[in-house]
């Protein structure tokens, strides 16, 4: 298995702009998640879906943010419009019910909102 | 958000040393804990994992050591190498293994 996908890797816009990272988890996997980390704040769990379903979308700091998984193989994660304090490392994980074998993350998108 | 505390912040220890982090939590719920380790530019990976029923669990160099009653668990890293400079960061999550909860990260640098 190729593992968590994450594109772009590296995204830089300005102030204003729409956003859209996407996540491509494991084969197999029904959670996923979207962390964003920062210096400041370290790992925040954004939300989370559940065989393709939003749980938990309490970390979404505003409505700017908004998330979607319209499969069980892709999900995006969407800013509009973004704003400098937007800037971190965005990193998406999936993991299988019951396996307790941890989450396993992609490589992260870094963001830079200029 | 944040209810694992983790300590130290940051961390430097010579090579063949022994590297320990400190984590502690409140929620009593919680019975899966993992340790993860990240290089720079990489997401975060698993390294290690304990419950709450075994006191210490150990692989290779690398040991988890937990206290019930205290609410706290440990990593520790023996014959720390250089290759071992990462981030490490410690987790906790509850039965239905959603919503896990990780630790500030400690930056660990091992001097040759």
């Known amino acids: 298995d190729a593992g968590v996908i994450q594109s772009p890797r590296h995204e830089v816009t300005e102030m204003g702009q729409e956003v859209t990272l996407r996540c491509k988890p494991i084969s197999g996997h029904d959670y996923l998640f979207w962390y964003r980390q920062t210096m400041m704040r370290g790992l925040e769990l954004l939300i989370y879906?559940?065989?393709?379903?939003?749980?938990?979308d309490s970390g979404m700091p505003e409505d700017r943010f908004s998330a979607k998984m319209p499969n069980a193989s892709f999900s995006t994660l969407k800013i509009q419009p973004s704003e400098p304090r937007d800037s971190a490392v965005y990193f998406c994980a999936s993991t299988l019910s019951g396996a307790r074998r941890g989450y396993t993350f992609g490589s992260g998108t870094r963001l830079t909102v200029v | 958000q944040q209810q694992v505390k983790q300590s130290p912040q940051s961390l430097i220890v010579q090579k063949g040393g022994i590297s320990i982090i400190n984590c502690a939590y409140e929620?009593?719920?919680?019975?899966?804990f993992p340790w993860y380790q990240q290089f720079p530019g990489k997401g975060p990976a698993l390294l290690i994992a304990i419950r709450p029923d075994v006191s210490e669990k150990k692989e290779g160099r690398f040991t988890i050591s937990f206290n019930k009653s205290a609410k706290q668990f440990s990593l520790h890293i023996m014959d720390s190498q250089p290759g071992d400079s990462a981030t490490y960061f410690c987790a906790a999550s509850v039965p239905n293994n959603n919503d896990m909860r990780f630790g500030a990260g400690t930056r660990l640098t091992v001097k040759p």
């Open positions: 929620n009593t719920a919680f019975d899966y």
């Open positions: 879906f559940n065989n393709n379903v939003p749980i938990d």
